[in-house]
């Protein structure tokens, strides 16, 4: 079992900044992959950013390219999410996903390519 939690979640006014972190817990050892989702009310859960955990390759969802940034801290098995220029459309419960084992045909884009989630922390970007 592993445990998730993110935190770092909150309002903040737009064009502002938010930095997210997710602490995992549990058997984490051999975790290949984690991500950022997030889900705004009456819509679906959206990719926003991965990482691989030995190597840090990240991919970066287009919509929020330029202004997000993922990054980890393998000693701390943290994950990071640094949120820059905030709009009010990013307004959305955010998820930590972690993904346990390398697959050929996964791109960890996907909310199906994961194993495990945290709870959700809220971010409400005002205008």
């Known amino acids: 079992q592993v445990q998730l939690v993110e935190s770092g979640g909150g309002l903040v006014q737009a064009g502002g900044s938010l930095r997210l972190s997710c602490a995992a817990s549990?058997?984490?050892?051999?975790?290949?992959?984690m991500g950022w989702f997030r889900q705004a009310p009456g819509k679906e859960r959206e990719f926003l950013a991965t990482?691989?955990?030995?190597?840090?390759?990240?991919t970066v969802a287009d919509s929020v390219k330029g202004r997000f940034t993922i990054s980890r801290d393998n000693a701390k098995n943290t994950m990071y999410l640094q949120m820059n220029s905030l709009k009010p459309d990013d307004t959305a419960v955010y998820y930590c996903?972690?993904?346990?084992?390398?697959?050929?045909?996964?791109?960890?884009?996907?909310?199906?390519?994961?194993?495990?989630w945290g709870q959700g922390t809220q971010v409400t970007v005002s205008s």
């Open positions: 549990g058997r984490t050892f051999g975790a290949y992959a």
């Open positions: 990482i691989t955990w030995s190597g840090g390759s990240t």
């Open positions: 996903a972690a993904a346990i084992s390398e697959r050929n045909s996964y791109d960890y884009t996907g909310p199906n390519q994961y194993d495990y």
